[in-house]
């Protein structure tokens, strides 16, 4: 990438991979060109934000809350601009976000307060065709800094951390949590072999990855684990080639892009990575 960055949002639209945001509070958009193996800038996001969840439709790409709070802003690409879409029900800072049957889920997160720091389990739902907001059933187990992906119509919610987000008042998380939308129900899926907060989640034929993260305060991983939910049982990979946490992946025909994040612990600023990789499984 043209610089390191960690905790970003990262989504993929028409042959283009977007990293908007990151650590610390970043208005930046970094925009990777596939089939022309290239990078460029972006326009900026209006508000500069990290922790940032992104997703994408087929012509929209949302960047959803992070240190920009309830911030929703929307890029499209046919104008090469950004602007507000309706704010958020809640902060959602480290939040997971997944799309599944047209409509984006944001998931648990982080309280926004250092003064009585606590994950959050709630849920919420935006529908692109109505442009509204709603509330769907809150997670068991309230967790920030998770990983979010869809496979059918469920929707999985990976690791993270709790109770809270610093160092000294966290636990990475091993659990996770599968979401059912026509009976708005949440249901324990196979833990994770690997305990990890601040991983990547993508899904690619039917089956879950998880890559990367901090499996205990002060351990950055390189760990590469596979789901399949036809027999609810996780295998472990081959490792990433670098060791990161706060990095993102996305998955675009066949293959998984995996980029940047911290090489050190924490929010180890200078340690940002400018790595992208392509993984075919």
Do not use: C
């Not at 972006?42 to 997703?55: E, F, H, I, S």
């Not at 160092?167 to 690997?194: C, F, H, I, K, N």
């Not at 670098?242 to 924490?266: C, E, K, W």
Request: aromatic content about 8%; overall charge neutral.
């Amino acid at each position: 990438m043209p610089s390191g960055v960690a905790k970003f949002g990262v989504a993929a639209l028409g042959g283009k991979i977007y990293v908007v945001g990151g650590y610390d509070t970043r208005r930046t958009v970094m925009v990777y060109d596939i089939a022309a193996n290239s990078w460029a800038s972006g326009p900026a996001l209006p508000r500069g934000t990290d922790n940032v969840a992104a997703l994408a439709t087929a012509d929209r790409l949302y960047a959803m809350g992070g240190e920009a709070s309830t911030a929703f802003q929307v890029f499209d690409p046919a104008s090469g601009q950004w602007s507000a879409g309706p704010i958020l029900p809640r902060i959602s800072f480290a939040s997971a976000a997944a799309a599944s049957g047209g409509r984006l889920h944001l998931v648990g997160g982080w309280n926004y307060s250092n003064s009585a720091s606590a994950s959050v389990a709630s849920h919420s739902v935006f529908d692109p065709a109505s442009q509204g907001w709603s509330s769907a059933a809150a997670l068991s187990t309230p967790r920030n800094a998770a990983g979010a992906a869809a496979i059918d119509d469920r929707v999985y919610v990976v690791g993270g951390r709790a109770p809270g987000i610093r160092a000294a008042d966290q636990q990475s998380l091993a659990s996770v949590e599968v979401y059912t939308a026509a009976t708005d129900q949440w249901a324990a899926g196979a833990p994770l072999p690997t305990a990890r907060g601040s991983l990547a989640v993508v899904a690619l034929g039917g089956r879950l990855y998880a890559l990367g993260g901090e499996s205990t305060p002060g351990t950055v991983s390189d760990a590469v684990e596979r789901y399949d939910p036809a027999t609810q049982a996780w295998t472990a990979l081959p490792a990433m080639p670098y060791r990161s946490h706060g990095l993102g992946a996305v998955v675009v025909g066949d293959a998984i892009y995996v980029m940047g994040g911290f090489g050190g612990a924490s929010d180890a600023v200078g340690s940002e990575s400018m790595a992208l990789y392509r993984y075919q499984p």
